[in-house]
């Protein structure tokens, strides 16, 4: 909390070469390009950071195997070179996965038809993953028995990517490498309203938490609003050639279903592709994919009817998946990005490729549609047009992505070794502590590792199930800006993902997890996160227990 109240009070300080408006993937990489590249940047979100859409996607980074049936062979070419650019960048978090995909009986096309395109999305892919492989019915039962092959007329597998952890946590590093360089990032401050006085934008803020209001000056403003681009747009008077429309995307997360660690693909009831994806010792179940107006969207029961029917429609389970397998839910929408007010586009075709319109003589930009995939170009298109804008970038060839250097990496390991880390791996993990906390802290995991060989106890974990240690949560106290519990829960960790709500409150640890966290204010945040869960959930015997406590 310290971190915050000190960077609002330096964004009324001076008067900054870029604000960035809006904290998800597109104005986290805005912050991130810029920052490394010299420019002066405050960054700020009416919400925490990837709090919308950036946190509710399917995890995957993927090259757009599906735009090859709309012929965009330009932008799947562009989106395979992306994702390939990641998993070099980031070869501790994005890694290859396989697609087992299923295809039934009457599909539109025959799977042979559709392997041929798995081989030119390998092409496009510069055969940097695994190739495809053709597979029959009775290969496809033996590779995974939850499939029900009964109605298939075969498949194939192929390769794409998906993060290890999730999307918010992804977002939130390229928060913290534009911090590491300078910039002045806040979650929780709204703009109100921005107007230019004397050739510099005045932006009115208010601090969502205590209702302080300031004013951030820039010379130029980045609307990285995601959903909300257009509303904000509106309010400045700025006009733009692209707008957006809105697909609601739903997940759900239930106890693992599948025995291969492999993403399992379909074509839902709709004609849709729909996931069956791996999420540790969960599985995330999805998509929908429905055109909305509102871009704040909520999870209805049609949509849970609609992934639970396909699933089990689609797997031989021992029993169906009903309602009260969901241990948790996903939900948010797609911005689509659309030329000149199309808003009876063919939405069902528009892919998620970005735009950037420009207004030169304001300075002021304003970025529409993405996806994870693709957001390192974003964020060199951002860079070279505030450069073009007249706003010098001392460093303008630096990189400001990627993993930390191989030798940073070996320093990591070798100090985790004479503190014995990995032996101190839960039993029920899979995965070693070493390999964990350097893929979600990179350079700073070693600020980890000196707290633990400080303290041995800091290496426990914390919460049950959660494989979140003691020493996590005073990092994320300190560095991590967490203001709200659900900051913490959803977003820098995935405990919210793989925990019902109505568990997480009364979950060992939580309490201590919330002094660390908070401090002083520690009941007070739990209480807001337990009110929150009870007016989700009404009546939970273990919600009202908790809340009692």
Not at 1 to 18: C, G, P, W
Not at 360 to 378: A, H, Q
């Amino acid at each position: 909390m310290i971190l915050r109240e000190t960077n609002i009070d330096k964004l009324s300080a001076e008067v900054f070469d870029v604000l960035v408006l809006g904290a998800g993937i597109n104005g986290a990489v805005s912050a991130a390009s810029l920052s490394r590249k010299g420019a002066s940047v405050a960054m700020i979100d009416k919400g925490d950071f990837a709090g919308h859409t950036s946190s509710n996607s399917s995890n995957l980074a993927w090259g757009g195997i599906k735009y090859l049936e709309n012929h965009e062979y330009l932008l799947v070419n562009k989106l395979c070179k992306s994702r390939n650019h990641l998993m070099r960048s980031y070869p501790s978090t994005v890694q290859e996965i396989r697609f087992l995909t299923t295809l039934q009986k009457g599909f539109r096309f025959p799977a042979w038809f559709v392997f041929i395109g798995t081989f030119l999305y390998w092409l496009m892919g510069r055969f940097f993953t695994q190739a495809p492989q053709f597979l029959s019915s009775a290969k496809i039962k033996a590779l995974e028995p939850a499939i029900d092959v009964s109605n298939a007329q075969g498949g194939f597998e192929y390769s794409d990517a998906f993060l290890h952890d999730n999307d918010a946590r992804f977002v939130f590093n390229f928060v913290r490498s534009a911090m590491d360089n300078g910039a002045i990032v806040t979650n929780y401050v709204g703009a109100e309203k921005s107007e230019k006085v004397d050739g510099i934008w005045h932006t009115q803020a208010i601090d969502q938490e205590t209702g302080l209001a300031f004013t951030i000056r820039s010379k130029s403003i980045i609307n990285a609003c995601g959903p909300m681009v257009d509303q904000y747009n509106d309010q400045v008077e700025q006009k733009t050639e692209h707008q957006h429309l809105f697909s609601k995307g739903v997940h759900l997360i239930v106890d693992k279903l599948t025995k291969v660690d492999k993403v399992l693909a379909f074509f839902a009831s709709d004609g849709r592709l729909f996931f069956v994806i791996p999420m540790g010792q969960k599985t995330c179940l999805g998509t929908t994919d429905n055109q909305i107006e509102d871009p704040h969207p909520e999870v209805s029961e049609a949509d849970r009817d609609f992934i639970l029917d396909n699933v089990n429609a689609l797997l031989d389970l021992e029993k169906p998946l009903t309602r009260d397998d969901i241990i948790s839910e996903r939900c948010g929408v797609r911005p689509l990005a659309v030329k000149g007010g199309q808003g009876e586009a063919d939405w069902v075709q528009l892919s998620r490729k970005h735009a950037i319109d420009v207004n030169k003589e304001d300075k002021y930009l304003s970025v529409f549609g993405g996806k994870l995939t693709d957001c390192i170009n974003v964020g060199e298109e951002i860079a070279d047009i505030i450069e073009d804008l007249g706003i010098s970038l001392s460093h303008r060839d630096a990189i400001w992505y990627g993993e930390s250097a191989a030798n940073i990496k070996q320093e990591f390991e070798y100090r985790a070794a004479l503190i014995g880390l990995d032996d101190m791996t839960p039993s029920y993990s899979s995965e070693k502590l070493t390999t964990r906390l350097w893929r979600r802290y990179d350079i700073h995991a070693l600020q980890i590792l000196d707290e633990i060989q400080r303290d041995p106890t800091q290496a426990e974990q914390l919460m049950k199930n959660a494989e979140y240690l003691r020493a996590e949560v005073h990092y994320a106290a300190r560095r991590e800006m967490i203001t709200k519990l659900e900051d913490f829960v959803r977003r820098r960790s995935k405990i919210e993902m793989v925990l019902r709500k109505t568990d997480i409150v009364n979950t060992p640890g939580m309490i201590e997890a919330c002094e660390i966290l908070f401090g002083e204010k520690a009941a007070e945040k739990r209480k807001e996160y337990i009110d929150k869960v009870l007016q989700q959930y009404p009546g939970t015997p273990v919600a009202v227990a908790a809340n009692n406590k």
